[in-house]
């Protein structure tokens, strides 16, 4: 199933890179040069000292539910896709991002282990991580 | 030091209105502008500063000439700051540093909107992409009140809160705006009440969330020359702070806001502290909002929101916190789903004696908070801390 009809998103010059690697299995983030921090969503001047010597960084794709809840009901939403678990996902390397986790949502707690799919859009050059639990 | 010039509210005016399926939100704007002006005792040509926030029916109408047109001013200064629902929590305190700066003298902050009749449902609405976020959050279904739902799932886990403890806090409220005639629900609910009606975003209630509804308010704050001429009663500003909190690149942390700053900042102009406060309005988007700011605020300790509010510690007039004593946004009226503007307005209502008796309190110093935006992405956070003339 292609993630169209969700929204699909605004690629940028300064994110094409994340959602193009997205295409090829890789989940980057973001890491300055000067102070070290790693984070998301891409920037190109880093948030915490605007160096703009910052690498991209492939991660694990792994890490746990830091929290999360469920739609039920959502008008413009597809309704196979419902209910819908939106959570933020806490990265081996840090950063906390936003996204879905796939999965029937008895089966997600905060601490969940999770780790990263990527969902094909029609625009075959990007695709949209989400996650789903390690062990199911 | 500059800017300790006393600043006061010298007008006050909520729309009598919860739906308006025929007036223009720019009609609303100014039949509350009217009506805080009457308030106030003073006349439209005395206005020379103007504040309001972008509204998003009008996004790309540029709010402040659109605005002074249709109302025809022509102010000296003008401020279309836009924090979300805090920004008229914000606009007081921006209206008063304008006023200490010479700037203008009588301020007009005005707030209208029409969510309910323009058909929105409950924190629901999945809207196209505009920033930069969007294509990281909105794309997976991002709502305000799975937002919020997050939230509220980290503060019970961080900290044991419950749905129970939750539900309160529109208990209480529901208990005040049985009072209000004006309020969209009237029917008083038990905490059972709350936490059996459907879940919307788990583990938030459908009474865990505000009221959708068309509306607005509005403000006069006056220098002290103006205030001198006026027979009516005034509220001092006594202390203002604001914040923004975010995503912070990936720290963010969904237990607290941005309350502690803009909460510390007020206080601190205003020599006093959470103890002090005899009224609280505080911003009630959802169940949860009001926690996490109680907490933030001071009036307990981070983490103990839940058992604060237990007992009736919210409940007017006997409560040791009492707060929005007008139903709040839970029960009465969220006008354009931004309840900063009715937040202040019910704190000079305390302050001036001329809220319901039933839920009348004392109170010499009042506090009015409001957080704008998400706390589940990035949100302002604007207090202000007012009093008595003669306190
Ligand atoms: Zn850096």
């Known amino acids: ?136 | 030091m500059a800017g300790t010039e006393p600043v006061y509210i010298a007008g006050a005016f909520e729309h009598p209105t919860r739906e308006a399926p025929d007036k223009s939100t720019m009609q609303l704007h100014a039949e509350v502008a009217k009506g805080a002006l009457e308030d106030a005792t003073l006349e439209k040509g005395d206005v020379d500063g103007y504040f309001t926030a972008g509204v998003p029916e009008y996004d790309s109408g540029l709010p402040p000439l659109i605005m002074a047109d249709y109302l025809g001013l022509e102010p000296s200064y003008a401020d279309t700051t836009d924090f979300g629902g805090s920004s008229y929590v914000s606009h007081v305190g921006h209206a008063a540093s304008a006023i200490r700066d010479g700037r203008c003298d009588v301020a007009l902050v005005t707030l209208a909107g029409r969510p309910r009749s323009r058909g929105q449902a409950t924190g629901s609405g999945v809207r196209g992409l505009r920033t930069v976020q969007d294509s990281f959050e909105r794309i997976y279904g991002a709502t305000n009140v799975t937002m919020y739902g997050m939230a509220a799932r980290r503060h019970m886990h961080e900290h044991g809160t419950t749905s129970e403890q939750l539900a309160e806090i529109r208990a209480a409220a529901s208990h005040h705006a049985q009072y209000n005639e004006q309020a969209m629900y009237q029917e008083p609910v038990t905490v059972e009440g709350v936490v059996e009606s459907r879940v919307v975003a788990d583990p938030l209630h459908l009474l865990d969330c505000c009221v959708i509804s068309d509306g607005g308010g509005a403000l006069v704050v006056v220098s002290e020359d103006v205030r001198s001429d006026l027979g009516r009663e005034c509220v001092e500003l006594l202390g203002f702070g604001e914040s923004i909190g975010h995503h912070d690149a990936g720290r963010i942390d969904l237990a607290k806001t941005a309350a502690d700053r803009s909460g510390s900042r007020a206080f601190d102009e205003a020599g006093l502290g959470p103890d002090d406060v005899d009224y609280a309005s505080i911003y009630d988007s959802f169940t949860i909002t009001v926690l996490e700011a109680i907490e933030d605020l001071g009036f307990c300790e981070k983490g103990e929101g839940g058992s604060f509010v237990e007992g009736g510690t919210l409940r007017a007039p006997d409560g040791d916190l009492p707060f929005n004593t007008d139903g709040g946004g839970l029960c009465s009226n969220h006008p354009a789903n931004r309840g900063g503007m009715t937040k202040v307005i019910e704190a000079v209502r305390q302050l001036r004696r001329e809220t319901n008796p039933e839920v009348q309190v004392d109170a010499d110093v009042a506090l009015a908070h409001g957080t704008g935006g998400s706390i589940g992405t990035r949100h302002g956070a604007a207090t202000v801390v007012l009093g008595r003339e003669d306190r």
Not at chain 1, 18 to 30: D, F, H, I, N
Not at chain 1, 96 to 116: C, F, H, K, Q
């Open chain 1, 1 to 136: 199933m292609s993630w169209d009809p969700r929204p699909v998103p605004d690629v940028t010059p300064e994110t094409e890179r994340y959602w193009t690697a997205a295409a090829q299995g890789e989940l980057l983030v973001r890491e300055c040069q000067e102070c070290g921090f790693v984070y998301h969503y891409p920037r190109s001047l880093c948030p915490d000292c605007f160096s703009e010597d910052v690498e991209w960084r492939e991660s694990s794709g792994r890490g746990e539910v830091y929290s999360y809840s469920t739609a039920r009901t959502m008008s413009g939403w597809p309704e196979d896709d419902l209910p819908l678990v939106l959570a933020y996902v806490e990265l081996e390397e840090g950063p906390r991002l936003m996204t879905n986790v796939d999965a029937d949502p008895s089966a997600v707690e905060i601490g969940t282990r999770v780790a990263v799919e990527f969902r094909d859009v029609d625009d075959s050059e990007i695709a949209v991580p989400v996650f789903v639990p390690e062990d199911g």
